[in-house]
DNA sequence: CCCTACGTGTCACCAAGTGTCAAGGATGAC
DNA sequence: GTCATCCTTGACACTTGGTGACACGTAGGG
């Protein structure tokens, strides 16, 4: 999908840059932990300064978290690209489910930056607030989708709520399991369960 | 409950700090926002120096989140008390309302601090922080109840996960209704909706 | 009266994050 | 070729959150 090169030459120089900076930040935090390393040292590692680190990444955190921004925006476009007349359980499961897929190509990096992510209380704070964001997106969508007024109704945000919930606990039984588990059948069963809750409204 | 004097003289003079702390903290974070506001003057303004105040709170984020701490607490005991036949969805129901309605005595302080607490990224993401322990301690509760092994079923975390979305959602609603629409009615409408997926493991 | 324990203030220190400015490198006009 | 310009970067200084070490004062117990 980035296979060709995308945008000018000072685009792909800055991607570069960016690129370096997570790959030198992931391999120093994956050993030693969030808090033994420094953003100098990781900067140091990626040969550029620590006000440069700044420049490309707001804080400590979001050089993790965002390695898992496309995700939010993932789930997004799916949702948005999925027929309306499709059940709400079934969109939804897509929803996760293309976020999920989307860090296929690249399994067990994913799955030591979510394996940090999820032992990390600020990493899991700053990334919790990242999916409350989403939740708000989402919601928006699916009142879009339902014809439902956000403002009023609440199941928008408990629709996307739960869905979110889902991929947590997706992502949390799969790091748990050191990637043993199989994702599709997480995500699958987690919908299964909450399915009853998003289906019941559409007799409304 | 807390209308005797409690515990030592040494425990409820480190209480009359704390709350002084508190007192301090929130009336300035309230006017000028969080980040306006500096470690120093909150301590300035209880009468203590900077070091005490990181004697009784673990960070700036923390004085504030902390007075919702209760809340926690609150869900688990109320959680453990409900009696074991009752359906999931009414036990988590008087399990979030217990936590809500343990501010009633507090409403318009109460309502600032969610207020100030939504509205400023840093306080939300410690405040999901803290929701993501509650949801495995309610989890593991609601494992014990119906008697599924936590480790194997989905259901747990996501029974518990739902419940705190609904809580979530109720405080979001509340805090930009500016106190206006009623917690107890919001709460019984969260429930409405997630109750079917809640309870349609029953028959299992 | 002394001794201990505890809470607090002071000071020093580290790390996160930001503003500012000057240097360098690429680009484009002439 | 040269000059003007823009953009990125590094260097530096600074503020603030947070921690460790130590010294001081006070209450209680021998």
Same mark, same amino acid.
């Given at each position: 999908?980035?296979?060709?090169?995308?945008?000018?030459?000072? =685009?792909?120089? *800055?991607? @570069?840059?960016?690129?370096? !900076?997570?790959?030198?930040?992931?391999? +120093? &935090? /994956? #050993?030693?932990?969030?808090?033994?390393?420094?953003?100098?040292?990781?900067?140091?590692?990626?040969?550029?300064?620590?006000?440069?680190?700044?420049?490309?990444?707001?804080?400590?955190?979001?050089?993790?978290?965002?390695?898992?921004?496309?995700?939010?925006?993932?789930?997004?476009?799916?949702?948005?690209?999925?027929?309306?007349?499709?059940?709400?359980?079934?969109?939804?499961?897509?929803?996760?489910?293309?976020?999920?897929?989307?860090?296929?190509? =690249?399994?067990? *990096?994913? @799955?030591?930056?979510?394996? !940090?992510?999820?032992?990390?209380?600020? +990493? &899991? /704070? #700053?990334?919790?607030?990242?999916?409350?964001?989403?939740?708000?997106?989402?919601?928006?969508?699916?009142?879009?989708?339902?014809?439902?007024?956000?403002?009023?109704?609440?199941?928008?945000?408990?629709?996307?709520?739960?869905?979110?919930?889902?991929?947590?606990?997706?992502?949390?039984?799969?790091?748990?399991?050191?990637?043993?588990?199989?994702?599709?059948?997480?995500?699958?069963?987690?919908?299964?369960?909450?399915?009853?809750?998003?289906?019941?409204?559409?007799?409304?």
């Amino acid at each position: 999908m980035t296979s060709r090169p995308t945008g000018t030459l000072a =685009q792909r120089k *800055r991607q @570069l840059v960016a690129d370096e !900076l997570t790959q030198a930040a992931l391999g +120093l &935090l /994956a #050993r030693g932990g969030f808090d033994a390393v420094t953003v100098d040292e990781i900067a140091a590692a990626a040969g550029v300064s620590k006000r440069t680190f700044f420049r490309y990444f707001a804080s400590k955190e979001d050089v993790v978290v965002q390695f898992l921004t496309g995700l939010g925006t993932a789930m997004r476009e799916e949702l948005t690209s999925r027929p309306a007349p499709e059940p709400p359980s079934t969109a939804l499961r897509h929803t996760v489910w293309r976020s999920i897929d989307a860090c296929a190509g =690249q399994t067990e *990096r994913t @799955l030591r930056v979510v394996q !940090l992510i999820l032992g990390t209380p600020a +990493l &899991l /704070a #700053r990334f919790l607030e990242r999916q409350a964001q989403w939740r708000e997106e989402l919601a928006a969508e699916v009142a879009g989708r339902l014809g439902l007024d956000p403002a009023t109704e609440l199941y928008p945000r408990l629709a996307a709520g739960m869905a979110l919930t889902a991929f947590h606990t997706v992502l949390q039984r799969w790091s748990e399991s050191d990637g043993t588990e199989d994702p599709a059948a997480l995500t699958d069963g987690c919908f299964a369960v909450i399915a009853p809750a998003l289906d019941a409204v559409v007799g409304e």
